[in-house]
Every structure is written in structure tokens, then in C-alpha cells.
Nanobody, 124 residues
Framework: QVQLVQSGGGLVQAGGSVRLSCAVS????????MAWFRQAPGKEREFAAV????????YYADSVKGRATTWRDDTGSTVYLQMNSLKPEDTAVYYC?????????????????WGQGTQVTVSS
């Protein structure tokens, strides 16, 4: 059974940074694109970033572009999301998700395996 285990997040001041990680157990993500979504209170879960299976391509939502970076480690078992210059509107629960293809998509309905979510709260 594939499990995605997230860590990181927490309370951060505006302008600060946070690094989230997403590690797989019980399966692999080596041939899968991986994505990050986030969900603010009372809002729909929205796309934040996606990285291809080999790490060569990544795409970001306009809301985080220029402030977010996602990458995969050399073992292929962990994916990271670094967010810089955080704003209060970045406050949300952040989720990683495994795509069933190599490039991924922006559509949350295309993802079956999800991490448990990690809270990021940005104080002003």
C-alpha cells in the first residue's frame, strides 16, 4: 500500500520560508510525477506545483511562481517543496500527491494517492 508521509510546515512569519517534504513508503514514486496542492480554510484544494518523474520539468501556479521550488532527491523516494517570501494568503494545509503518469497535471482529480497534509500558517 502506497503511503505518502509529509513533514515540515508550521507557523512562519510573513517573509519567511518553509520546506515541506513528502516521502513514500510501501511503494515507489520513481516513475511518477509528483504534485503539491494546498487548501485554505473554506476554499477548494488548489494546485501549487508539479514535478515530472525525472525532475527535469516543473510547473507552478501563478500564486506561488517565483517563490516556490519543488525537487526530488537522488533516491527518488522523497519530494520537497520550498516556499520563500511567505504571505498570509499562503496559509493552508499543503498536500503532496502522486500522479499515475510521468508528467502530472494541475487537476486534483487526476491524483489517487495523497499525503496526510501539513499545516502552514503565515502570520503577518
Amino acid at each position: 500500500q502506497v503511503q505518502l508521509v509529509q513533514s515540515g510546515g508550521g507557523l512562519v512569519q510573513a517573509g519567511g520560508s518553509v520546506r515541506l517534504s513528502c516521502a513514500v513508503s510501501g511503494g515507489t514514486i520513481r516513475r511518477n510525477a509528483m504534485a503539491w496542492f494546498r487548501q485554505a480554510p473554506g476554499k477548494e484544494r488548489e494546485f501549487a506545483a508539479v514535478i515530472s518523474w525525472n525532475g527535469e520539468t516543473s510547473y507552478y501556479a501563478d500564486s506561488v511562481k517565483g517563490r516556490a521550488t519543488t525537487w526530488r532527491d537522488d533516491t527518488g523516494s522523497t519530494v520537497y517543496l520550498q516556499m520563500n517570501s511567505l504571505k498570509p494568503e499562503d496559509t493552508a494545509v499543503y498536500y503532496c500527491a502522486r500522479s499515475e503518469d510521468v508528467l502530472g497535471s494541475h487537476n486534483k482529480d487526476d491524483y489517487y494517492y495523497w499525503g496526510q497534509g501539513t499545516q502552514v500558517t503565515v502570520s503577518s
